[in-house]
């Protein structure tokens, strides 16, 4: 079992596997065809929340682009340093104007103290969640997300993610995507280790759709 997944995973990814092994082996399987799972992570706290909102409703490689240019300008990845750059810098970076406002209400939020990364990793999923959802521009996908990449949370699935429901089709031979809904639902039978799920489901995406297997 441990062959299964990258040498940097954590230690309950491989009890994670071996308990989906018995409720979904379908699911499990994915790594005898894509490979060993890679263990993506973002950084926790500002920088990685900064990062997921520049992937929100674009391609990853056009995020990937967009951080690339973000990341490079001087003090960018903190509260303050985001805070004292212009639009005019950010929107040359690849920020669209309502990202622009709503990375400058995720930097107020963090220099004022409201959220930091080591509060957010003190709160449950659900209160994680919710803080970081009630930031302007920042949902529940976006929260999710960075619970699993950024604090490696075991059972957490982000039910609105398009290519989450497109790889479930494919793996199953379902005749269309799952709604958000019907996704969270079967989502429920790979508690407590959900995450485990969305990470074999992305892998397999990636590799269905010819993507390099490590991508962000």
Known sequence: MPAMLAADAPGWAAPALAALSKLDPLLVSIPARAGPLPWRRREAGFPGLLRSLCGQMISNQAATAIWSRLEALPGATTPEGLLALNDKVLRQAGLSRPKCRHARALAEVFAAGQLSAEGLAALPDEAATAAISAIPGFGPWTAEVHLLFG???PDVFPSGDLALAASLAALRGLPGRPGPK????????WRPWRSMAA??????????????AGEA
């Open 182 to 189: 019907e996704l969270a639902a079967l989502a429920g039978a």
């Open 151 to 153: 604090l490696d949370r």
């Open 199 to 212: 990470r074999l489901l992305w892998h397999y995406w990636r590799h269905v759709t010819g993507r390099p």
